[in-house]
């Protein structure tokens, strides 16, 4: 299918051509043609699938078509769960909607809210927000939702993650009960699932690539390693085997912090995000990753959901995530729309068994590379604290293998085969 074959009026499909689509996703071809009917939508779908085109796009058409002219109320609220996200939101429809006379605009915490309020005085047709500031707005008479039109609810999954389903259930109370609602989750939980139900009308539903897949376009790989040189092996591989940039996960923000000093200090241009950032320091540190000014950008999770930028090539997780569903999102910031992408997880004692019931939601085993001078065949399954230390069980760290003394960077032996030492529970080894 092509993107002609949709019926979209001429100002969005010169922006799409613009942006260089030609033709629809799967959830696009589904979505455009139903949702410009006026149909509820439930889409099963994560980021990196054109789920944000598939609900823009139609809006844009619907309210485009009608006349706004004198009408400064809100028409469609999209609800999504972090600033990165919004503001990405907000930039498709700038994107898909340049040739429009639509306003739009992004409201999000952590930052004064002066603009954002003078900006909603002027009118605004189309409202992306985080449901913190949304909420915030209303309580001080500044937004009405009593006029909206199309309600998006995007990251569903990710809201009850974040803590977030009190204040959207909220937001859904202060809608109007005639409106198209747009429901959008990567993995339907009861609690989702419920909660759609609650909400939508006889809904459109689509479900692309579930979850549990992986890209085919991802090359994916596990480095084993000793927790004491994942620095010293991030440092070799973006010196000798990458030459572009690369995202990073770590699982704190205080990890973030000191994987970016240690490669600032090895001449690498690093620079982290996280939640302790301030809104501009991490706008920044994007704006400079996807211009090619920092080389490495290092992010905890909830700093890098949704973050889309084009062209990445490269994803390394620093640990493993303990909810295997992150590690597809985390891979899924790479080979993006089709493009080839390649992911690195870093593995030690404490990732065994995340590495494990990984594998286990994708339904392959990742590759094992040993062509590296920090690649340890005695790695011994360890439960993490909170702290993302050895939990301290029975009294200590469990026992090393036999060959206690790790190895001292040295190149692999090309015969050197994985061999864990056999924990006391049989469920944190890995089958060959
Ligand atoms: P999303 O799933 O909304 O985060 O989109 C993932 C990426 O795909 C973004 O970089 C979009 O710009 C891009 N994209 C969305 N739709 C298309 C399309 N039909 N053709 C090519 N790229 C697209």
Redesign the pocket.
Known sequence: MN?TDLNLIDPIAKAIQE???????PI?ERSIPEILNGRDFLGC?Q????????FSIPILQNLAKKDLRNNKNIKALILTPTRELAI?IEE?IKAYGKYLPLKHLVIFGGVKQGNQEAALRKGVDILVATPGRLLDFIAQGIISLKNIEIFVLDEADRMLDMGFVHDVKRVIKLLPPKKQTLFFSATMPAEIQKLADSILNNPVKVEVTPVSSTAETIKQSVYFVEKEDKLDLLTHILKNDISDSVLVFARTKHGADKIARKLQKDNITTEAIHGNKSQNARQNALTNFKSGKTRVLVATDIAAR?I?I?ELKYVVNFELSDVSETYVHRIGRTG??GAEGTSISFVDGLDLLNLKNTEKLIGMKIPIVKDHPFHTDNLVAQKRDSNNKPAAAGGGRPQSSGNSSRPKKKPASPTASVGFKKPKNKNFTRKK
């Open positions: 993107f942006q260089g689509y030609t033709n629809p996703t696009q779908a980021t990196g699938t054109g789920k944000t085109a598939a990405q498709n949704g889309d084009d993006r729309a």
